[in-house]
T-cell receptor, first 115, second 113 residues
Framework: EAGVTQFPSHSVIEKGQTVTLRCDPISGHDNLYWYRRVMGKEIKFLLH????????ESGMPNNRFLAERTGGTYSTLKVQPAELEDSGVYFC?????????????FGPGTRLLVL | GDSVTQMEGPVTLSEEAFLTINCTYTATGYPSLFWYVQYPGEGLQLLLKATKADDKGSNKGFEATYRKETTSFHLEKGSVQVSDSAVYFC????????????FGKGTKLTVNP
């Protein structure tokens, strides 16, 4: 069974540009999560999809971030325009059920550097 | 709000040494508790979990016990190996409602031969 995959693995862009990150969850997992780790800080929750619906987007930092999951399969996270403080590692995770006891399976992350 | 505090690293040990990484949490009720590990160049992997008080999670020789009275979930291993070198994250999911993981800052462990 394939794990969670993320693309690209690395991205270097200039301030003001747009970047789109993609996440493919494990097949059959209705729940998809985005997290990010800014340098030296904790991994922070961004949002949670159940199928194509946003269940919780309380962690999205501002309206420069747009997440979509059309069709309830893969998800994209767009940052437009990117700022220096957006640099970090963006992780995607998926789970079959949405319960506090369910394991979330993580992808390898996308390392974003905004210059 | 909910939070996780884990010991600052980095931690450097010799092979076969005993490992403890402390983790305490702040949350209402009974959160689920997790340890995730990130090996060099890889993503986060679940190491172990415990979902109710006094439960012990274990995997690959690592153990952690859910202690409600001390709000702790310390990670231990009796004899570490070089291959255990990684970053370890303690995390919780709050009881009821949200399924989002709340992470500690991570502890980098280096095991020398």
């Amino acid at each position: 069974e394939a794990g969670v995959t993320q693309f690209p693995s690395h991205s270097v862009i200039e301030k003001g540009q747009t970047v789109t990150l993609r996440c493919d969850p494990i097949s059959g997992h209705d729940n998809l999560y985005w997290y990010r780790r800014v340098m030296g800080k904790e991994i922070k929750f961004l949002l949670h999809f159940v199928k194509e619906s946003k269940q919780d987007e309380s962690g999205m930092p501002n309206n420069r971030f747009l997440a979509e999951r059309t069709g309830g399969t893969y998800s994209t996270l767009k940052v437009q325009p990117a700022e220096l403080e957006d640099s970090g590692v963006y992780f995607c995770a998926s789970s079959q059920e949405a319960s506090g006891q369910e394991t979330q399976y993580f992808g390898p992350g996308t390392r974003l550097l905004v210059l | 709000g909910d939070s996780v505090t884990q010991m600052e690293g980095p931690v450097t040990l010799s092979e076969e040494a005993f490992l403890t990484i402390n983790c305490t949490y702040t949350a209402t009720g009974y959160p689920s508790l997790f340890w995730y590990v990130q090996y060099p160049g890889e993503g986060l992997q679940l190491l172990l979990k415990a979902t109710k008080a006094d439960d012990k999670g274990s995997n690959k020789g690592f153990e952690a016990t859910y202690r409600k009275e001390t709000t702790s979930f310390h990670l231990e291993k009796g004899s570490v190996q070089v291959s255990d070198s990684a970053v370890y994250f303690c995390a919780l999911v709050p009881q009821g409602g949200s399924e989002k993981l709340v992470f500690g800052k991570g502890t980098k462990l280096t095991v020398n031969p």
